[in-house]
C-alpha cells in the first residue's frame, strides 16, 4: 500500500521556523523526484520545492527561496522541508507529492496545516 505522510506542522510566530517531514512506503522511493505543495484557503494548490531523485538538483518557488530547503534521505525514505522566516503568507496545508520520471504516476500525501501567525 502507498503511503505518504507528512508531519512537523503547526502554530508558529512570524519570523519562526517549521522542519515538515514526509515519509513514504509500499513505492521505490528513490525512483521518484518528490515535491512539496502547498494550499492556502480559497486558493489553488501551488508548487514550493522539488529535488530529483539523487538529491542533486533542487528547484524552489520563488516567493521561498532562500527561506525553505529541501533534502531527502534515500535510505530513511524521506523527503524534508525546512522553513525559515516564515511569513503569514506561508500558512497553508503543504503536501507531499512523489512522481515517476517518465509516466503520469503519482502519489500525494494527506497534508500536514502550516499556521504562522502575526
Known amino acids: 500500500q502507498v503511503q505518504l505522510v507528512e508531519s512537523g506542522g503547526g502554530l508558529v510566530q512570524s519570523g519562526g521556523s517549521l522542519r515538515l517531514s514526509c515519509t513514504a512506503s509500499?513505492?521505490?522511493?528513490?525512483?521518484?523526484?518528490m515535491k512539496w505543495y502547498r494550499q492556502a484557503p480559497g486558493k489553488e494548490r501551488e508548487f514550493v520545492a522539488g529535488?530529483?531523485?539523487?538529491?542533486?538538483?533542487?528547484r524552489y518557488a520563488d516567493s521561498v527561496k532562500g527561506r525553505f530547503a529541501i533534502s531527502r534521505d534515500n535510505r530513511r525514505k524521506t523527503v524534508d522541508l525546512q522553513m525559515n522566516s516564515l511569513e503569514v503568507e506561508d500558512t497553508a496545508v503543504y503536501y507531499c507529492?512523489?512522481?515517476?520520471?517518465?509516466?503520469?504516476?503519482?502519489?500525494w500525501g494527506q497534508g500536514t496545516q502550516v499556521t504562522v501567525s502575526a
Open positions: 507529492k512523489a512522481e515517476a520520471v517518465g509516466s503520469n504516476t503519482e502519489y
Open positions: 529535488v530529483t531523485r539523487d538529491g542533486g538538483v533542487k
Open positions: 509500499g513505492f521505490t522511493f528513490h525512483y521518484y523526484v
